[in-house]
């Protein structure tokens, strides 16, 4: 099955993804070598960057669909934004509809704030839920509200919320990571879905894979899961299949946490 990134800022000249086509088209090629054969194109839908216009997404992200083609690279791309709660709250149904996922009106990628979260934040999530829609919060792991009440995040997950984690966040190297920490605590708690790169340009953050193969050290069958069959659900706005189940890893010898601690 194919490999989705379903959070990438791809569209060129937009927000603060690729400044021009050709920034875009190597960040493409990035993409499509680490193994990604599908992308949604998420551009900000925020107060800062007030350009990006839902109405041109679908006709900008099939002008770089047909120039990826010429250029010989294997990379489909979807329709989608990366929606501030705020902005989502506000919009027509038609400019919702035309950030969602495809454009399909079904699925929505919401952005977790940076700073502290409203105590209203779970009643605007469900001011979109009841407009139909399925909510992926985008990079959870960062928002310093989770990660001091992991618990909160929880129960958005029990309402039917979906979490996707970020690449760089489970492979991060610094152990001390706060957003490493949460970010590997969803996966093995089963509470994260997605695994995407968030990638804004030439990737700086860690590509994919590294994600994947993070996240296969804890749980190898949930991390394919999160980047295939999952996004599959969310693109075509089908029920999100079951998840497989891992076995817990083995707990490691001291001799071989030495090893990998030296190891990085």
């Known amino acids: 099955m194919v490999v989705s990134d379903l959070h ?3 569209l060129p000249g937009l927000d603060d993804g690729p400044a021009d086509e050709d920034e875009a088209i190597a960040l493409a090629a990035q993409l499509a070598g680490d193994g990604v054969g599908r992308v949604a194109t998420t551009p900000h839908l925020r107060a800062d960057y007030p350009d990006v216009r839902p109405d ?12 990826l083609q010429r250029e010989g690279i294997a990379l489909d791309l979807v329709t989608a934004g990366e929606v501030a709660i705020e902005w989502a709250v506000a919009a027509s149904d038609e400019d919702l509809r035309l950030v969602s996922y495809g454009q399909r009106g079904q699925d929505v990628l919401i952005e977790t704030p940076y700073g502290p979260l409203p105590a209203i934040f779970e009643e605007l999530l469900f001011r979109i839920t009841v407009r139909g ?33 970020t690449a760089s966040a489970l492979a991060s190297s610094e152990r001390r990571s706060r957003s490493r920490r949460l970010a590997r605590d969803l996966l093995r708690d089963g509470q994260a879905h997605v695994i995407a790169s968030d990638a804004h340009g ?7 894979s590294r994600g994947i193969a993070a996240a296969g050290e804890l749980a190898p ?22 998840a497989p189940v891992d076995q817990p890893p083995k707990r490691l010898g001291i ?6 601690a030296r190891a990085g």
């Open 221 to 242: 069958n949930r991390a394919q899961w999160m980047v295939t069959e999952a996004p599959e659900a969310i693109l075509t706005g089908a029920p999100l299949p079951e």
């Open 56 to 67: 041109e997404l679908a006709a900008r992200t099939a002008a770089l669909e047909e120039r």
């Open 255 to 260: 001799l071989d946490r030495l090893r990998r």
């Open 133 to 165: 829609y399925r909510v992926l919060l985008g990079h959870p792991e960062r928002n310093h509200t989770f990660q001091n009440n992991p618990e909160r995040l929880g129960r958005l997950v029990e309402t039917g919320v979906l979490v996707q984690v």
């Open 8 to 10: 990438v800022h791809l």
């Open 202 to 208: 030439a990737i700086k953050r860690a590509a994919l």
